[in-house]
């Protein structure tokens, strides 16, 4: 059993009171229309959620702490999945930048990430999604800059009018496959740097994600985040991250779906009495709970190693594959005690189900996490 702090616990009751009194009511039209929800991040950015783990000094809350931001991502996603999925990309972006930015970065990034300009990380591309050693953005040097050429797809946070700045992994070195990566900041008002085609999604609708289309894009040296040639180390380093933070928002799914379902079984009455009097109802329930208790104590697990500086990679990989099979595990028993309502866009639980199917598949699919932990196991 988890014992939180009181700063946790505060944060954790805003995002709940902010998910369930604002989010939720929006929830269905911000889904049914695909529009970027840009009154839900002013309200967290005024709760100073947004920015929770930036430094004061940049404008931020100063509460660099992993639990909370799983805690935050929890509550808002079980309301608001598109919502919570920017907000966890944001905190991705600006914990990559924290942890290896230097200081003349992060005084030119943090203080608009404080302020609301969403981050993201550009690593996935047409033909290298899992295989990062296949990607073809190529940063060729020129004098004493940088001219990046490349196309990334999948790109969260990026739309026509959203996205602030972005953490682009590129060749720097061809043939010696990921070594022979580096990682860049690249600003969206530069010279090249334009958004490709807005995915039309199944699911968290609300979510801007587009193609990163890098033309000639000239960077100077100091947009080098790291050093030459850590690229994918410091893209694993952020997947560790990311993925707790997916297994967090693939939690609040799952107990956003339980909620639907414990509150749908009890009005809906058949045969005289309430379905949740039924113990084949009963029954369904437990195994959402279960499934999703165990999801919420692996996340949080994983959450703390990384919270204490130690090697989380096994564990967030199997926060993020259990939490994501549990999100949709739930979502489609949810949708079955709703019977025939659940298929109907009336239903919460309609935009749910198709909301938790992408966390089985984004930041490394489930296949890709069995194969990070069996590698971590045997090594």
Not at 233 to 241: R, Y
Request: hydrophobic share 40%.
């Amino acid at each position: 059993m988890y014992t939180f702090t009181e700063d946790q616990l505060s944060i954790q009751e805003v995002a709940r009171d902010i998910a369930q009194n604002q989010l939720k009511a929006l929830a269905d039209e911000i889904d049914k229309t695909g529009r970027f929800p840009e009154e839900n991040l002013n309200l967290l950015v005024e709760a100073q959620l947004l920015q929770l783990s930036i430094p004061e000094e940049y404008g931020g809350a100063g509460m660099d702490d992993e639990i909370a931001k799983a805690l935050v991502v929890m509550e808002l996603a079980k309301c608001c999945a598109a919502t919570a999925e920017i907000v966890d990309v944001h905190y991705l972006s600006t914990d990559i930048l924290m942890r290896k930015g230097t200081d003349a970065q992060k005084a030119q990034y943090l203080p608009e990430a404080a302020k609301g300009k969403l981050g993201g990380f550009a690593l996935t591309e047409p033909g290298a999604g899992s295989d990062a050693a296949g990607m073809k953005t190529r940063a060729v040097k020129d004098g004493s800059d940088y001219v990046i050429n490349g196309t990334k797809c999948f790109i969260s946070n990026l739309g026509p009018n959203e996205g602030n700045h972005f953490v682009v992994i590129a060749v720097t070195e061809p043939g010696i496959g990921t070594k022979g990566t580096t990682a860049f900041l690249v600003d969206r008002s530069m010279k090249g740097v334009s958004c490709g085609k807005t995915e039309d999604k199944m699911g968290i609708r609300g979510a801007a994600v587009s193609e990163l289309i890098l033309e000639d894009v000239r960077v100077p040296e100091s947009a080098v985040l790291g050093k030459l040639g850590e690229g994918f180390k410091i893209a694993m380093m952020g997947l560790d991250g990311g993925r707790i933070g997916i297994a967090s928002q693939a939690c609040g799914v799952a107990f956003g779906a339980i909620d639907e379902a414990i509150k749908y079984a009890g009005q809906r009455v058949q045969f005289g009495k309430p379905i949740s009097a039924n113990q084949g109802i009963q029954w369904y329930l437990a195994d959402m709970a279960t499934r999703a208790e165990a999801a919420w104590a692996l996340t949080l697990k994983a959450a703390s190693l990384r919270q204490q500086g130690l090697p989380c990679t096994k564990e967030a990989a199997m926060a993020k594959y259990y939490a994501g099979e549990a999100a949709c595990f739930c979502c489609d028993l949810a949708l079955q005690i709703h019977g025939g309502y659940g298929y109907m866009k009336d239903y919460a639980i309609e935009r749910m189900y198709r909301d938790a199917r992408i966390m089985r598949i984004y930041e490394g699919t489930s296949e890709v996490q069995k194969m990070v932990i069996g590698r971590m196991l045997i090594n």
